[in-house]
């Protein structure tokens, strides 16, 4: 990925991954980790937890204590569990 120097990365890096996420590329429960998505944009972690922030703040992605991130799923699938 090719950054807009005048645009934070994690705010870009946010925005792709929301893109991801509606292509389906990371599907609902897809675990969204710290260090491979550090290692895939090529950032440092401090980065990446900022772009998880605003997912999170956003809704598309959730953190549960001692398992991880992943991608929320859609408010009529959590209904069904």
Do not use: C, H
């Not at 994690?10 to 491979?36: D, H, K, M, N």
């Not at 944009?41 to 992605?61: C, M, P, Q, W, Y």
């Amino acid at each position: 990925m090719e950054f807009d120097p005048m645009r934070p990365k994690w705010q870009q890096i946010a925005e792709e991954v929301s893109r991801r996420i509606e292509r389906g590329e990371y599907p609902q429960r897809f675990p969204l980790s710290e260090v491979r998505l550090a290692a895939k944009f090529g950032v440092n972690r401090d980065t990446i937890r900022k772009a998880t922030r605003a997912l999170r703040e956003s809704g598309l992605i959730t953190t549960v204590p001692s398992l991880g991130t992943f991608v929320r799923p859609s408010d009529g699938d959590e209904a069904e569990e």
